[in-house]
């Protein structure tokens, strides 16, 4: 059984850095990667990294964001850097063969003064 579990979520304020952890047991993920959303608003694409290493981000975090996995540990991290308010949300873990087909419970991560 596919289990995934977040945890770094906080309270941060503008400009501030915060490191999530995704950790996954159950199966060997090809991609794992991280969706977020937002009250009121759709879940996005935050970034996505495959077995070999290929990664995507979403518009709105390439170049303060970076992803990273720990194939041997089955883990991933998402480094968030330069955060803003926009950022507010709920992070949630996703990992499968080819798609993100699991997902964990979600973190939140909230910025503000």
């Known amino acids: 059984q596919v289990h995934l579990v977040e945890s770094g979520g906080d309270l941060v304020q503008p400009g501030g850095s915060l490191t999530l952890s995704c950790a996954g047991t159950g199966s060997i993920f090809n991609a794992m990667g991280w969706h977020r959303q937002a009250p009121g608003k759709q879940r996005e694409l935050v970034a996505v990294?495959?077995?070999?290493?290929?990664?995507v981000y979403g518009g709105s975090v390439e170049g303060r964001f970076t992803i990273s996995r720990q194939y041997v540990k089955n883990t991933m991290t998402l480094q968030m850097n330069s955060l803003k308010p926009e950022d507010t949300a709920v992070y949630y873990c996703?990992?499968?063969?080819?798609?993100?087909?699991?997902w964990g419970q979600g973190t939140q991560v909230t910025v503000t003064v």
């Open positions: 996703g990992a499968g063969r080819s798609e993100l087909d699991y």
């Open positions: 990294m495959d077995i070999y290493g290929k990664t």
